[in-house]
């Protein structure tokens, strides 16, 4: 089961990029890379998952280097609605096994200011 | 098309009692996973459901099962409540297994006194 690393929060301002990276050191070839959003009393949003290499959608980019150790999310020109939890999961795409199992970290706390 | 949607969305329960939590999935949706969540931590995996059989289980103890309907909807179920057991539990539906994309309810919070 690989385990991921996050910075614990992070700060940025309204309108700039943002980049959150995750490391995951004991990533599988098995297992693909997914980014959930929360809110407060809320339960998790997703956001993006890829593989390897780069995957974009309306709105973020995942970064994912050659070697799979890490991954980067890029959420661009934020604003303060982007104030949230940001976790990171690693897990094993093949629902068939019980080895799919994904595990939320503390997360990353981006606040965003005006 | 309605979300996933858990009842209830508020519950306070004494110690040693137990409780069910309810969970419908998006239509279509034949995987139920269900987590928990303390406060200031990640959602932690409990269980996971596809086809009305049991697909994961976390490290949680036997005083936690849950199971899946024919209808895919799901329960979970506590025993002999513990005052650490107060939290918000959320159930998520995917189309496959747990690691595509998951939808979450709004889930239960859940307070043992």
Request: one cysteine or more; a neutral charge.
């Amino acid at each position: 089961l690989a385990k991921t690393t996050q910075p614990i929060s992070m700060d940025s301002y309204e309108g700039q990029e943002v980049n959150i990276t995750c490391s995951h050191n004991n990533i599988a070839t098995n297992d693909y890379i997914t980014w959930y959003q929360q809110f407060p009393s809320q339960g998790p949003r997703f956001i993006i998952q890829g593989y390897k290499t780069k995957v974009t959608n309306e709105v973020a980019s995942l970064f994912i280097p050659a070697d799979r150790k890490s991954s980067t999310l890029s959420l661009p020109r934020v604003s303060l609605s982007d104030t949230a939890v940001y976790y990171c999961l690693v897990g094993d795409y093949s629902y068939n096994t019980n080895a799919g199992k994904s595990t939320f970290g503390d997360g990353t706390t981006l606040t965003v200011k005006p | 098309d309605a979300g996933v949607t858990q009842s209830p969305t508020h519950l306070i329960k004494t110690r040693g009692q137990q409780v069910t939590l309810r969970c419908s999935p998006i239509s279509g949706h034949k995987s139920v996973s269900w987590y928990q969540q303390v406060l200031g931590q990640g959602p932690q995996f409990i269980f996971q459901y596809y086809e009305k059989e049991e697909r994961g289980r976390g490290n949680f103890p036997d005083r936690f099962s849950a199971r899946q309907f024919p209808n895919y909807s799901s329960e979970l179920n506590v025993n002999a409540l513990l005052l650490g057991d107060s939290a918000l539990y959320l159930c998520a539906s995917s189309l496959y297994g747990q690691n595509t994309e998951a939808f979450f309810g709004q889930g239960t919070r859940l307070t043992v006194v």
